[in-house]
């Protein structure tokens, strides 16, 4: 030091601000698409585009051979916390993601009819959360039936033999003093809207719901009184009595 020189003394502060954790809980990307063979061939159809979908997504009906469908999501923010996936109203499981933002993908299960699969992304200040509810429609192929019955008047005789859905021939015998009798067919799935038609020599007719009832006037000729039912499941398989 110089003798006789002064000393100026500067202080700097410097204050670091940790910035709020996000509270933003979207999705970025989701995607979704399901496997279903026919005969030899496999198709994938896309049914969510790879944008933001919104928060509920209606697939609407799918077909019977999608037995589920796969997820692939994004988080819109970079330090989002973690997703979880709830099927049907089950309990939720993580899903085991990766990068950053977050992204992975989970496989929903589906039953034959409605389904619901909720997708929940927690952000990063770990209270704020978002709900993508993906609703979808599995169709039945159930085309059977669940009863047939014959009635006359006079009432006699039973079906031969007695009626189980795996069996699609039966005999029904009348007198010749029967005027009219009446064949009832009840579909199994009685929670699905099935087609049933009911043909015989005099004509057809078809239903749509679960139960037709027709009435016939004998021709006292066997072969002229072979009645054919006929039922076309949601997703259009079809089986014939």
């Known amino acids: 030091m110089v003798q006789g020189a002064s000393c100026v003394t500067k202080t700097y502060t410097i204050t670091v ?14 995607s979704a698409s399901y496997v279903h063979t026919t005969g030899s061939s496999a198709t994938t159809d896309v049914l969510i585009p790879s944008s933001e979908a919104g928060k509920t997504i209606d697939l609407g009906s799918i077909p019977y ?26 309990a939720a499981s993580d899903i085991s993601t990766s ?3 977050i992204s992975g ?14 997708i929940e992304v927690t952000a990063e200040d770990n209270s704020h959360k978002q709900t993508y509810t993906i609703k979808a429609h599995r169709r039945s ?18 079906l031969t033999p007695t009626f189980n859905p795996s069996v699609k021939s039966y ?5 010749e003093k029967t005027p009219s009798y009446v064949i009832t067919a009840t579909v199994n799935d009685t929670d699905k809207t099935q087609s049933i038609t009911m043909s015989h020599p005099s004509g057809s007719s078809s239903e749509t719901g679960n ?12 072969s002229a009184d072979v009645v054919n039912i006929t039922v076309t499941s949601e997703d259009g398989n079809t089986e014939t009595y």
């Open 65 to 90: 051979a999608a037995t589920s469908i796969s997820f692939s999501a994004t988080a819109n923010q970079e330090k989002a916390k973690k997703m979880t996936i709830a099927v049907n109203g089950g």
């Open 105 to 118: 993908t989970a496989t929903c299960a589906l039953k034959v009819g409605d389904n619901t699969c909720v």
């Open 171 to 175: 005999d029904y015998y009348y007198s």
């Open 211 to 222: 139960t037709i009832s027709k009435t016939y006037t004998p021709s006292y000729n066997i």
């Open 141 to 158: 192929n159930d085309a059977t039936l669940k009863s047939i019955s014959v009635g006359t008047n006079p009432s006699i005789g039973n």
């Open 99 to 101: 990068g950053s933002p």
């Open 17 to 30: 601000n940790r910035e709020a954790a996000s509270n933003d809980a979207n999705l970025k990307l989701l």
